[in-house]
C-alpha cells in the first residue's frame, strides 16, 4: 500500500520531489540499518590499516633474518661440473729441423662435490644472536603500532560522536534563534521594538547558521577520518550512553601507571631492545679476529676421451680446516670502535624515550583527573546558563531586558552544551591515551568501553550531493598484494 503524502507535498514544486523521495527513502534505510560498534570498527582496523599490516609484514621479514644468518652454521653442500671441447695441435722445431706432433680434439668431463660443516665460527653465532635481539625490539615495534591503531580508532570513533553533539546543538541554537528572529520580526512589523533589534536577531542567525555548517562539515570529516583507518566507509554508528561513569583513573596513584609504563610502554621496551642489539654488534666486530675451523668432505672426478688417455680420475677427500685473519689494516678495530659509539647511542635514546614516556603518562594522569572535574562544571554550566536563558527571557516579556540579552543567553546555552560534549569526550579519548601510553591498551580495553555505547540514537552519515567524482574521491583503493 503506498503511504499517504502530507498536504506539503503537493505545494513542493515538482523538480524537488525526486530528490526528497529519495532522501527520504534513504533514510528509511539507514535507520533499519545496525549501526556499527566501536569494538566492530576496532577488528575492522586490527585487520585492514595498512600501517599495521605494514608493521607486521616487517616482523615477519625481521624473523626471517634469523633463518638467513643461522644458515651460515648450518651444512653447505655445493656441486660443480664442467664439460669442454680440447683441441691439440703440437708443432716442435729446432735448427734446422722441424716437426709436427700429433694432432688430438677430444671432449673431457669434470664434476666436483663438496660438503662443508661450520665447527667453531663465532662471528656467525654472533650474527645470530644480532639478528634475534632485532625480532625482540620489531615485535615491541609491532606491539605499539597495534595499540597506536587502536588509539588512532578509538579516538577516530569519539571525534564522530563530539561532532554529532556539537552540530545537534549548533542545529537547535540555530531553530531556537530563528524562532528569536521571527518573533522580532513580528514585533517590528506592529511597531514595538525598532530595526536594530531585528537586525541584531538577524546578525546572530547568521552566525548561528555558519556554526551550524562548520559542525556539518567537521561531522563528515570525521566520518572520513574513520574510513582512512580501517578501509571501510560506516552509514552510521553507535553512541555513548549518558551515564557513562566519569571517574579518575583506576590505579588512581600516578606512581602506578609511571612503574606500569616503564615495564610495559612498547616503545620503551623496543628501546630497551635496541640497546640489547647494539651489544651484541659489538660482540660481532670483536668476533671478526677469532678463527674458523670446519669441516669439510670432496668427491672429484673427471673423464676425457683422449687418445693417449682411456680411462678416468676421481679423488675424495676428507678434513678440517682452519683460517684465521692475523691483520686486517685496522679494520676491526674500528668496527668496534664504531659499534661501541652506536650503543652510546642507543642508550641515550633509552633515557630520552624513557623520559618521555613518564612525561606523558604523567601529562595524561593530571588531564584525566582534570576532565572529570571539568565535565562536571560543563555539565553545571548547562544547568546555570539555562536558568540564565529563562529569566532572560521573562525580564526581555515585561521589557527588562532587550533582545540582546536573549541572544547572548542563548548562545551561552548552546556553547555550554556544545563544551560540554567536547569535555565528556576529551575524558574517553585522554583515558585511552593513558592506558595507551601504560602499555595497556588492548582490544579488551575497548571491549570494556564499548558496552556504554548504545544503538538507538544513532549516529547517520548521509553523504551530500555531489558529482559522481566525489565518491571516487572518497575511495581508498583495494587492499594491496604482495608480488610473490
Avoid: C
Wanted: proline share 3%.
Amino acid at each position: 500500500m503506498t503511504p499517504s503524502r502530507p498536504d506539503s507535498w503537493n505545494r513542493l514544486p515538482r523538480h524537488f520531489r525526486p530528490a526528497l523521495l529519495g532522501a527520504l527513502i534513504a533514510a528509511a534505510f539507514a535507520s533499519q540499518a545496525q549501526a556499527a560498534d566501536l569494538l566492530t570498527i576496532t577488528r575492522d582496523a586490527l585487520n585492514n590499516n595498512s600501517e599495521l599490516e605494514s608493521s607486521r609484514a616487517t616482523t615477519q621479514s625481521v624473523e626471517e633474518g634469523v633463518n638467513v644468518e643461522q644458515a651460515d652454521l648450518n651444512p653447505q653442500v655445493n656441486i660443480s661440473g664442467e664439460a669442454a671441447y680440447n683441441h691439440i695441435f703440437e708443432r716442435q722445431s729446432q735448427s734446422g729441423f722441424s716437426a709436427s706432433g700429433g694432432d688430438d680434439n677430444y671432449a673431457s668431463y669434470g664434476l666436483n662435490l663438496q660438503a662443508t660443516q661450520k665447527l667453531y665460527d663465532a662471528l656467525s653465532s654472533r650474527e645470530v644472536d644480532v639478528a634475534e635481539r632485532q625480532v625482540d625490539q620489531q615485535t615491541y615495534l609491532l606491539a605499539a603500532t597495534e595499540q597506536q591503531v587502536l588509539i588512532d580508532t578509538s579516538s577516530a570513533y569519539f571525534d564522530i560522536l563530539r561532532a554529532y553533539e556539537i552540530l545537534e546543538a549548533r542545529r537547535a541554537q540555530e531553530r531556537a534563534i530563528g524562532r528569536q528572529l521571527e518573533q522580532a520580526q513580528e514585533q517590528f512589523d506592529v511597531g514595538l521594538i525598532a530595526i536594530t533589534e531585528v537586525e541584531e536577531a538577524r546578525a546572530s542567525f547568521d552566525q548561528s547558521r555558519a556554526d551550524r555548517i562548520a559542525a556539518e562539515s567537521d561531522l563528515q570529516v570525521s566520518f572520513e577520518a574513520l574510513e582512512r583507518l580501517t578501509g571501510q566507509r560506516y552509514d552510521s554508528i553507535e553512541m555513548l550512553q549518558d551515564d557513562l561513569p566519569i571517574a579518575l583513573p583506576e590505579p588512581s596513584s600516578r606512581d602506578a601507571w609511571i612503574d606500569m609504563a616503564i615495564e610495559l610502554n612498547p616503545e620503551l621496551l623496543a628501546q630497551q631492545a635496541g640497546v640489547e642489539v647494539s651489544r651484541e654488534q659489538i660482540d660481532v666486530a670483536r668476533a671478526a679476529d677469532l678463527p674458523v675451523f670446519e669441516a669439510f668432505a670432496n668427491y672429484g672426478y673427471s673423464d676425457s676421451d683422449s687418445d693417449d688417455v682411456t680411462d678416468y680420475d676421481s679423488n675424495s677427500q676428507i678434513g678440517v680446516s682452519a683460517s684465521m685473519p692475523l691483520y686486517t689494516g685496522g679494520r676491526t678495530s674500528a668496527s668496534i670502535r664504531q659499534t661501541t659509539y652506536q650503543l652510546e647511542a642507543s642508550q641515550y635514546d633509552f633515557e630520552s624515550q624513557r623520559r618521555e614516556t613518564v612525561l606523558q603518562v604523567r601529562s595524561l594522569y593530571t588531564q584525566v583527573s582534570n576532565d572529570v572535574s571539568t565535565v562536571a562544571a560543563r555539565k553545571q554550566t548547562i544547568v546555570s546558563n539555562q536558568s540564565a536563558l529563562d529569566a532572560t527571557r521573562a525580564g526581555y516579556e515585561v521589557g527588562t531586558r532587550n533582545i540582546v540579552d536573549v541572544l547572548n543567553a542563548e548562545q551561552n546555552l548552546y556553547n555550554a552544551i556544545a563544551d560540554y560534549a567536547d569535555a565528556r569526550y576529551a575524558y574517553v579519548v585522554d583515558l585511552l591515551s593513558l592506558r595507551r601510553q601504560a602499555g595497556v591498551l588492548d582490544e579488551a580495553a575497548i571491549a570494556e568501553l564499548n558496552q556504554f555505547l548504545v544503538e538507538q540514537g544513532q549516529v547517520n552519515f548521509t553523504l551530500p550531493e555531489q558529482s559522481s567524482d566525489y565518491d571516487a574521491a572518497l575511495d581508498i583503493g583495494e587492499r594491496p598484494q604482495p608480488d610473490l
